[in-house]
């Protein structure tokens, strides 16, 4: 016998008992996202490796060491897409939608891919819903955006969530608090693991995101950053908080929020779910005032968010779904009448199967119990049906094929 072959590595087979609840996830989001006005989009699943170095930025794990990149026959380096909001501003930028009405407000929904310790919930192709504001700088963008998420989570049924919210400021801020915090890093250096040591001037921010004890306590009297916002972004922030208390988003204010993409300035946020274990975000985004220009557009300031499907469905968010009815099984052996009644049972809308397994009598009313046929129909010798209610009991003869769809329709409540 020839090795079995495996899927790879992190990666996942959603299996016909999971794509119900999967639909369902994606028809709930469509309501809460488009009554919102947000409109579906949909970009390759490779982009230019650029897109990413530029758009995610070169010092963070997803850029040194996540992608998925490679060389078309063409000799272009190409990457597997790790994330969305990249390469929605590409689009925005390729198709001029600076001139549509702003902000453009974009979702999506597709798989991503990220070279990740795959463990529960952590995986190397993973799906994300996402939605993206772009061409507003107004605080309510970035409140609004944040209720959708809660909104959609909360509606799925996501039990233990908790929204965390912050703020980065702007560049300006920002590089004042840096310089802060690398002086911190460098005063307490001998204590801090080897990584963070290694990126004190590339990333000192992702020191807030270690695990390491002793980092952990250098961590706890490290400067904060909000205490660097300048009076503009002070406001900018109270004015998102002002709106989710108006919206009644219930939140906490988490000042050592640190995404790992670095494009984010102002406002930040994670939603996080006590169902899950170490990888407890279902979702987050913020803001990305700086984006579009950095991939070569005219400067645009932009809002959003992705979160995770496989970790939304973890943590119990599935909402309630029936798989499809079926109205009419049939017993086989089959023969073109068979064939037929089942063609027309469908296009007069009805759910119809055939029995393709040559099962006895006995057996085809086995497998409509387990469908939950409503009718099973067979024919007789003469080529008569017979036709049995499961629900009713009840057990008529009709004179030919056409005759049984008449009376299925005729059926109480079909
Ligand atoms: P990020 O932009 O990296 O915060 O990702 C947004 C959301 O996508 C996360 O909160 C997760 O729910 C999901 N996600 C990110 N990476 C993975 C992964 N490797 N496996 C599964 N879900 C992921």
Not at 13 to 32: K, N, W
């Amino acid at each position: 016998m020839s090795e079995r072959i495996q899927a790879p590595r992190g990666t996942q087979d959603v299996l016909p008992e999971q794509t119900a609840a999967r639909a369902a996830l994606e028809a709930r989001a469509r309501e809460v996202l488009e009554s919102a006005g947000y409109q579906r989009i949909e970009t390759p699943i490779f982009e230019h490796t650029e897109l990413f170095q530029r758009g995610v930025g070169e010092s963070t794990d997803i850029v040194q060491k996540e992608m998925y990149t490679f060389d078309d026959a063409g000799g272009r380096s190409l990457t597997l897409r790790p994330e969305g909001t990249a390469a929605v501003c590409r689009a925005y930028v390729e198709h001029g939608m600076h001139k549509l009405a702003q902000p453009v407000k974009l979702w999506y929904l597709g798989p991503f891919f990220r070279y990740e310790r795959a463990q529960a919930g952590r995986y190397r192709q993973f799906w994300q819903i996402g939605a993206e504001a772009l061409g507003s700088e107004d605080p309510a963008v970035d409140a609004e955006a944040i209720l959708l998420l809660t909104t959609l989570l909360t509606d799925v049924g996501a039990r233990g969530i908790t929204v965390k919210v912050s703020s980065l400021g702007r560049l300006e801020s920002r590089a004042e608090y840096r310089a802060a915090l690398q002086e911190h890093l460098r005063r307490h250096a001998d204590k801090l693991s080897e990584e963070v040591r290694n990126r004190i001037d590339l990333n000192p921010l992702r020191a807030f995101d270690s695990d390491h004890p002793g980092t952990r306590e250098v961590m706890a009297g490290a400067p904060l950053l909000r205490d660097f916002l300048d009076a503009e972004d002070a406001q900018h922030f109270s004015e998102v908080l002002a709106l989710l208390d108006a919206a009644g988003v219930a939140y906490e204010v988490e000042p050592t929020l640190v995404r790992g993409l670095d494009y984010y300035v102002r406002t930040v946020f994670e939603i996080h779910s006590s169902e899950l274990g170490a990888q407890s975000a279902l979702g987050g985004g913020g803001r990305y005032d700086r984006l579009i220009a950095e991939i070569g557009g005219p400067p645009t300031p932009g809002m959003g968010w992705a979160a995770g499907i496989e970790r939304i469905l973890l943590a119990g968010g599935a909402p309630p779904h029936a798989a499809p009815p079926v109205d009419l099984y049939v017993a086989g052996p089959v023969g073109p009448t068979q064939f037929r009644l089942v063609a027309d049972a469908r296009r007069a809308g009805l759910g119809a199967q055939l029995d393709l397994a040559g099962r006895s009598m006995k057996g085809v009313f086995k497998q409509a119990a387990r469908l939950d046929a409503r009718y099973v129909a067979w024919m007789n010798e003469d080529g008569s049906w017979e036709l049995k209610d499961r629900q009713g009991g009840e057990q008529i003869t009709a004179p030919d094929a056409d005759a049984v769809v008449r009376d299925v329709l005729r059926g109480p409540g079909l």
